[in-house]
């Protein structure tokens, strides 16, 4: 089984930056990081394929977020950069096995971790 530990979340001021980490017990090939606010659905806006092998970002984030994972631990880490309220969610990192189906749909996940919240003011 594997699990998930995300960390770094907190409050900070519009304009701001944060890192996200997300821990793994164990290495898993693709792991995604998505948010949801509260009534809205979840998001996911950045995935991490492998050591980096291909990683790709949401539209409504692309330019001031961005994934890596860690060379040789099983961490994955989300840039935000230039933080907006809209940005204002709980974010989850998500993990499978495989590649299939598209990154953007929760439902092709097997694992996912309890989330760490971001606040946003103005």
């Known amino acids: 089984q594997v699990q998930l530990t995300e960390s770094g979340g907190g409050s900070v001021q519009a304009g701001e930056s944060l890192k996200l980490s997300c821990e793994s017990t164990q290495y898993i090939y693709r792991m995604t990081w998505f948010r949801q606010a509260p009534g809205k659905e979840r998001e996911a806006v950045a995935t991490?394929?492998?050591?980096?092998?291909?990683?790709y970002v949401s539209d409504s984030v692309r330019g001031r977020f961005s994934g890596s994972r860690h060379r040789t631990k099983n961490t994955v880490y989300l840039q935000m950069d230039n933080l907006e309220p809209e940005d204002t969610a709980m974010y989850y990192c998500a993990a499978s096995w495989g590649y299939g189906g598209s990154w953007l749909t929760a439902g092709n996940y097997d694992y996912w971790g309890q989330g760490t919240q971001v606040t946003v003011s103005s």
């Open positions: 991490i394929y492998g050591r980096n092998d291909k990683n």
